[in-house]
Structures are given as C-alpha cells and as structure tokens.
C-alpha cells in the first residue's frame, strides 16, 4: 500500500495524544480538538482514542500497527493502532480487506472499529475482524448523501448501487419533471442522516433501464434498506415514502459468523454475534 505521509507538528501532536504524554493543559487539549472538528467536514469519520481524545477526518487505511487520518487540509498523519478505541465511519463507496492466507480481497464497506474488532459489511451481511488479524484494509471515497446517475438509459443493478447500513432512495427521472416534488425529496434526505438520494435519469422513453425496473410514470421512487433490499414502489406519495424510510432504517443488519467461500479463501477469524449490530429495532421486508 503506497500512501504519501506528510509529517509535521500535527502528526507529533497527535501521536503524542495517542500515548498520552502531551504535556499540555485541558484547555489546550480542548482547543486543538475543537480545531480539528471545524477543519474537518461535518461528514467526517468520527474517531474516539483511548485518552478520551475524538477526532475528525478521514480514515484512509488501517493495518494491525497503525491506522491513516486525512484531515480537511490534506494531511496524512500515521497513528498507531494501539491508542485507537473507536471509529464510525460516514458511508464509503467501496473498500478492500485483505487477509493472512487469503488469495484475494474482501470488497465491501467499513462501518465501525470497537475493541480492537472491524465490523465490516458486504452484500451478504455483516462480519467482524480482528484488527490484529488483518493485513491491511484499503477505504475508498466517501459516498455523497445526494448525487444523480445518468447512464444514459443503460441497465443499472440498484442492489449493488444502495449504501449500505443506510436508506437509499432510487428516484427514476428525466432532466426535466416536477420541481416541486423534487424539493420535498431532497428536503427529506437533507433532514436526516440515514438516508442516501440517488436521481437514475432514465434518459428517455422505453429505455432499457425504464423497462428493467419498470417505470411506468415519473417520479418512480424505489426505497432500499440497510440490507440494500427493496421494500417498497412509490410515486408521488412524500407521506408513504417516509413510511418507508421508518422502515429501511429498522431492518436489523445479518450478522454472519462464518465466511462464503464465495467471498474469499485463507482461515480468518471472525467473532460470532447473534443479536442486532448497531441497536436499532428488528425491521425486515414487507413485501409490498
């Protein structure tokens, strides 16, 4: 993993928060992490240290010594594994898990550190790693709460595409259709964190994307779950849209305790989990 690390007081600062031997006052200590909370993005990683430190950015990467924080400015700072409790990450578009013995990468999504173990999501559900038992975990970009796909009326797999751990909203438009009901949409997805808009530009009529999902008149609003399933078709009802928002955030996230083999090869260990991974309400499809 080649990743260009830029030194400077911030990294010996920081490195010192992590052992503990800073030597400067609580209100200092305030001040810097206030510092850091208004030049990193309100869309952060949050990150909790040991010492009690929280801090936001950026994690770009982790491996079982240290971990990588990119703050707003661009910085790269190298902090050692062994001071980080927590992280919770903002939703990625994608990340690579590799393993000891493993002939490939995991693909999947991060979504939270806690003592010492990754929870770590993939289409078939969620799993926890050891962080000493990882080779090294590579975290792509952040994912946009609200972006259009245009692919020119191209077939498109919205399972592959929802954000997992949130609630996706598959909004099926053209270029030019309701403003107004645009707005009410984008006013719901702005007022709440959970949930991820995506406008599919159907390009036009009869295209093979319209055909494969369907759509049949405009706005056509397809709402996915934390488990990236669909659980509901709407049109233009804001009311039962927000029904089903309710409801995609209360679906229970699969713990699995054991590995496909259709996910990846080599001995992982993986800690078994039976109840719900974050504490939300049990939820599931409803089949309308």
């Given at each position: 993993?080649?990743?260009?690390?830029?030194?400077?007081?911030?990294?010996?600062?920081?490195?010192d928060l992590m052992r503990g031997?800073?030597?400067?006052?609580?209100?200092?200590?305030?001040?810097?992490?206030?510092?850091?909370?208004?030049?990193?993005?309100?869309?952060?990683?949050?990150?909790?240290?040991?010492?009690?430190?929280?801090?936001?950015?950026?994690?770009?990467?982790?491996?079982?010594?240290?971990?990588?924080?990119?703050?707003?400015?661009?910085?790269?700072?190298?902090?050692?594994?062994?001071g980080l409790k927590t992280i919770?990450?903002?939703?990625?578009?994608?990340?690579?898990?590799?393993?000891?013995?493993?002939?490939?990468?995991?693909?999947?999504?991060?979504?939270?550190?806690?003592?010492?173990?990754?929870?770590?999501?993939?289409?078939?559900?969620?799993?926890?790693?050891?962080?000493?038992?990882?080779?090294?975990?590579?975290?792509?970009?952040?994912?946009?709460?609200?972006?259009?796909?245009?692919?020119?009326?191209?077939?498109?797999?919205?399972?592959?595409?929802?954000?997992?751990?949130?609630?996706?909203?598959?909004?099926?438009?053209?270029?030019?259709?309701?403003?107004?009901?645009?707005?009410?949409?984008?006013?719901?997805?702005?007022?709440?964190?959970?949930?991820?808009?995506?406008?599919?530009?159907?390009?036009?009529?009869?295209?093979?994307?319209?055909?494969?999902?369907?759509?049949?008149?405009?706005?056509?609003?397809?709402?996915?779950?934390?488990?990236?399933?669909?659980?509901?078709?709407?049109?233009?009802?804001?009311?039962?849209?927000?029904?089903?928002?309710?409801?995609?955030?209360?679906?229970?996230?699969?713990?699995?305790?054991?590995?496909?083999?259709?996910?990846?090869?080599?001995?992982?260990?993986?800690?078994?989990?039976?109840?719900?991974?974050?504490?939300?309400?049990?939820?599931?499809?409803?089949?309308?």
């Amino acid at each position: 993993m080649d990743v260009k690390i830029r030194h400077g007081c911030g990294y010996c600062l920081l490195g010192d928060l992590m052992r503990g031997r800073c030597g400067i006052s609580g209100s200092a200590l305030c001040a810097l992490i206030l510092c850091v909370a208004l030049v990193c993005p309100a869309c952060a990683d949050r990150v909790l240290l040991q010492n009690g430190a929280q801090l936001n950015g950026e994690v770009v990467a982790i491996t079982p010594e240290h971990w990588l924080l990119r703050s707003a400015r661009g910085d790269v700072h190298k902090l050692p594994v062994s001071g980080l409790k927590t992280i919770a990450f903002e939703p990625r578009r994608s990340a690579r898990l590799a393993l000891p013995n493993a002939g490939s990468a995991l693909n999947g999504v991060p979504l939270r550190v806690n003592k010492g173990f990754l929870q770590y999501q993939t289409r078939r559900g969620s799993q926890f790693f050891p962080l000493a038992r990882l080779k090294s975990l590579e975290i792509g970009e952040r994912c946009h709460p609200t972006r259009t796909i245009s692919r020119g009326g191209m077939p498109l797999s919205l399972s592959q595409t929802a954000v997992p751990g949130k609630v996706t909203l598959f909004v099926f438009c053209t270029k030019t259709w309701n403003v107004t009901l645009r707005g009410q949409i984008e006013k719901l997805a702005a007022s709440d964190p959970d949930v991820f808009l995506r406008f599919v530009d159907i390009g036009s009529w009869g295209s093979e994307l319209a055909k494969q999902h369907k759509v049949e008149s405009l706005p056509h609003i397809l709402v996915f779950d934390r488990r990236c399933k669909q659980i509901g078709t709407v049109c233009t009802n804001i009311s039962r849209v927000q029904r089903y928002v309710r409801r995609g955030k209360a679906a229970k996230l699969e713990v699995r305790t054991e590995l496909d083999p259709s996910d990846i090869s080599g001995n992982v260990g993986v800690v078994p989990d039976k109840g719900t991974t974050n504490g939300d309400g049990s939820g599931g499809r409803d089949g309308t």
